[in-house]
T-cell receptor
Framework: GQQLNQSPQSMFIQEGEDVSMNCTSS?????WLWYKQDPGEGPVLLIA?????ELTSNGRLTAQFGITRKDSFLNISASIPSDVGIYFC????????????FGTGTLLAVQP | DAGITQSPRHKVTETGTPVTLRCHQT?????MYWYRQDPGHGLRLIHYSYGVKDTDKGEVSDGYSVSRSKTEDFLLTLESATSSQTSVYFCAISAGGYQPQHFGDGTRLSIL
């Protein structure tokens, strides 16, 4: 099945560092979503992007919807230990089914 | 929290037995989805529902069936469980349009 290309696969950083991850697709999406998943839990929505070029922030998180509508990135500034987890991008076609295509995930580890 | 309850949270069963997983929502959302999450494959859509008694297949639907007799409940059934269906199963809901999906906390299913 289709998956989005998400990079990097994993990151091991020091507390306080900034983090950047991105997602690319061969398909155009109407919506880009970023989720975070903690161990033993379901993905939690962080940011939703609805327009090409849109830049949206949620606290220390900033995400952008690429101009081509085929990519998106997520930045985390001044990382803290609770940022640890797996981050997933997802593209949404919208329409009648609202189905999502997920990225492969980025594992983030933050060392205090 | 998005008002999604998955049950059971954990289950161990034997090959060949039937298994039913339940997703219950309190948001009155039209769309409901079942995913499985496996290492190296990310989240993959099994089946989804766009209304009561309206369901359709996702990308990995073989061996699974679903039913939705009420807006709030979406059931996933493995008619005869196989070891390849050992996975973590997530339910998600969406109001439709371009609204994002929100996920439950998952069911960890082990088939021996």
């Amino acid at each position: 099945g289709q998956q989005l290309n998400q990079s990097p696969q994993s990151m091991f950083i020091q507390e306080g560092e900034d983090v950047s991850m991105n997602c690319t697709s061969s398909s155009i999406f109407n919506t880009w979503l970023w989720y975070k998943q903690d161990p033993g839990e379901g993905p939690v929505l962080l940011i939703a992007l609805y327009k090409a070029g849109e830049l949206t922030s949620n606290g220390r998180l900033t995400a952008q919807f690429g101009i081509t509508r085929k990519d998106s990135f997520l930045n985390i500034s001044a990382s803290i230990p609770s940022d640890v987890g797996i981050y997933f991008c997802a593209g949404q076609y919208g329409g009648a089914t609202n189905k999502l295509i997920f990225g492969t995930g980025t594992l983030l580890a933050v060392q205090p | 929290d998005a008002g999604i309850t998955q049950s059971p949270r954990h289950k161990v069963t034997e090959t060949g037995t039937p298994v039913t997983l339940r997703c219950h929502q309190t948001e009155n959302h039209r769309y409901m989805y079942w995913y499985r999450q496996d290492p190296g494959h990310g989240l993959r859509l099994i089946h989804y529902s766009y209304g009561v008694k309206d369901t359709d297949k996702g990308e990995v639907s073989d061996g699974y069936s679903v039913s939705r007799s009420k807006t709030e409940d979406f059931l996933l059934t493995l008619e005869s469980a196989t070891s390849s269906q050992t996975s973590v199963y997530f339910c998600a809901i969406s109001a439709g349009g371009y609204q994002p999906q929100h996920f439950g906390d998952g069911t960890r299913l082990s088939i021996l």
